[in-house]
């Protein structure tokens, strides 16, 4: 079992950055793919961005690829999604996401483990 808990989240100007963090609960994190989800206002979940277990292997959805990074700590049961860049069209709740598969997947399904979100608004 696997809990995660989302920071960082908040208000930002275009153009700005912010870091969202991802403590994750459970002597298994470090098995885990992990993963960064984002859902506006009337909208699908959708993919944002993934990390092996090892952090050797990335994978972006191309709306953020150039902006965003994904980055874990396994020591901290941490994953990190570091924002740049930032657009109004950036706006939307952000999940955080644990797999037990040993590939990134990008669908909401592939994921078994999920965060309870955090808003992150940008301002034009």
């Known amino acids: 079992q696997v809990q995660l808990v989302e920071s960082g989240g908040g208000l930002v100007q275009a153009g700005g950055s912010l870091r969202l963090s991802c403590a994750a609960s459970g002597r298994t994190f470090s098995r885990h793919v992990m993963g960064w989800f984002r859902q506006a206002p009337g909208k699908e979940r959708v993919f944002v961005a993934g990390?092996?277990?090892?952090?050797?292997?990335?994978y972006y959805g191309d709306s953020v690829k150039g902006r965003f990074t994904i980055s874990r700590d396994n020591g901290k049961n941490t994953v990190y999604l570091q924002m740049n860049s930032l657009k109004p069209e950036d706006t939307a709740v952000y999940y955080c996401?644990?797999?037990?598969?040993?590939?990134?997947?990008?669908?909401?399904?592939?994921?078994?483990?999920w965060g309870q979100g955090a808003q992150v608004t940008v301002s034009s």
């Open positions: 996401a644990a797999a037990t598969r040993g590939t990134i997947g990008v669908k909401f399904h592939e994921y078994d483990y």
């Open positions: 990390v092996t277990w090892s952090g050797a292997r990335t």
